[in-house]
């Protein structure tokens, strides 16, 4: 297998060269957005949980990094400041929420993009090849199955690769989105606790103001 990479990289013009770099980032790139939203996921449900826990079980909230204390937060800053208001508390709430689902969804659009146009690079490097190829033909005035086998294995080879970019981008786009959906989910189910927790702590600043 390595041989057939060596053999069309050392065969493939400058233009394919270029394809097949190109390629190899986006394969670099999707699998880096991969591993660490896979790795924030897991991080976030982890410590979601915890806080969660923290939640229900109405003791002393800590400073957890994840985005259930980022919602959490946000709010009790503007209880802080007096910006926030027992009425205009669901609505807080509901744009905590979506910019904590906008953060975790972050750079799913670059591999949304990568499984699109990944395979249609491949599909330029393999055309640009053939053409290359039957010019060659042309000119040395040979028909030889040798000389077009051999033109079409390399001419392929950037349409190979861009599938194999393209088809772990696309699995990978498609699990990231339900494990972030899950757990979107189930901070959904903490979000009345939140917002009684924090109304108590409302209306006891209320008192103390007066």
Request: charged share 20%.
């Amino acid at each position: 297998m390595g041989n057939i990479w060596i053999t069309s990289w050392r065969h493939s013009d400058i233009f394919c060269r270029g394809i097949l770099v190109i390629l190899g980032v986006l394969s670099v790139y999707s699998w880096y957005i991969i591993f660490e939203k896979l790795f924030i996921i897991r991080t976030a449900y982890v410590k979601n949980r915890y806080l969660g826990n923290l939640i229900l079980s109405k003791k002393e909230i800590k400073r957890v990094p994840c985005p259930l204390y980022s919602i959490f937060d946000y709010l009790t800053t503007l209880i802080r400041y007096n910006k926030f208001s027992l009425e205009m508390s669901k609505s807080y709430i509901e744009k905590a929420f979506i910019k904590e689902q906008n953060n975790l969804e972050k750079n799913l659009t670059s591999l949304a993009t990568i499984t699109t146009v990944a395979p249609f690079l491949g599909l330029l490097g393999t055309v640009w090849g053939l053409l290359v190829s039957f010019i060659n033909m042309s000119i040395t005035g040979s028909s030889s199955i040798k000389v077009v086998a051999s033109g079409v294995a390399e001419a392929l080879i950037t349409t190979v690769l861009g599938l194999m970019v393209a088809i772990p981008a696309a699995v990978g786009y498609n699990f990231l989105k339900e494990k972030i959906k899950v757990l979107m989910d189930e901070m959904e189910f903490f979000i009345p606790h939140i917002e009684q927790y924090l109304n108590e702590i409302f209306l006891k600043q209320n008192e103390k103001q007066k």
